[in-house]
């Protein structure tokens, strides 16, 4: 088990670049919400320090862990996007406000396509990993 999590932390990580091909539901979620949470843990213990940008004042460790897991999940995002079948140009839809957001969240939490499609054979499954 840890050694499933431990491959889904590091393996997006290693494709951080990598915009072909595809990614599980599973793997998708667990990346993002355990970086997620350990890049927000981080934030929290740097120095609080704030600015102004226009009219709010936003805290630097939360505007740190946008950029970050923002610049980290999006390769990731578009291979999630790949194994429903969908172009990545989809995840474009996340920059519409409100409608936007809602649908690319129902994209991502759908299930992937059986077998092969466009952009290349199905990914492994946790069973095919820990064999």
């Known amino acids: 088990m840890l050694n499933l999590l431990l491959h889904r932390l590091i393996n997006p990580l ?3 670049v990598d915009f ?3 990614s599980t539901k599973e793997e998708y979620w667990t990346f993002v919400l355990c970086w997620g949470f350990i890049i927000f843990l981080i934030s929290n213990f740097l120095p609080t320090r704030s600015m102004h940008i226009g009219t709010y ?3 630097v460790s939360t505007l740190l862990h946008t950029a970050v897991l923002g610049a980290l999940s999006i390769a990731i995002c578009i291979r999630r996007i790949h194994d429903t079948n969908r172009s ?3 995840w474009l839809l996340a ?3 409100l409608i936007g957001t809602i649908w690319i969240l129902v994209i991502l939490c759908s ?3 059986k077998g092969p499609n466009d952009y290349g054979p199905k990914p ?8």
């Open 14 to 16: 290693k494709r951080v």
């Open 20 to 22: 072909n091909g595809r």
């Open 57 to 59: 004042q936003v805290s």
């Open 88 to 90: 990545g140009v989809w």
């Open 95 to 97: 920059l519409i406000p």
């Open 111 to 113: 299930d992937g396509t």
């Open 124 to 131: 492994p499954s946790d069973y095919d990993f820990e064999q």
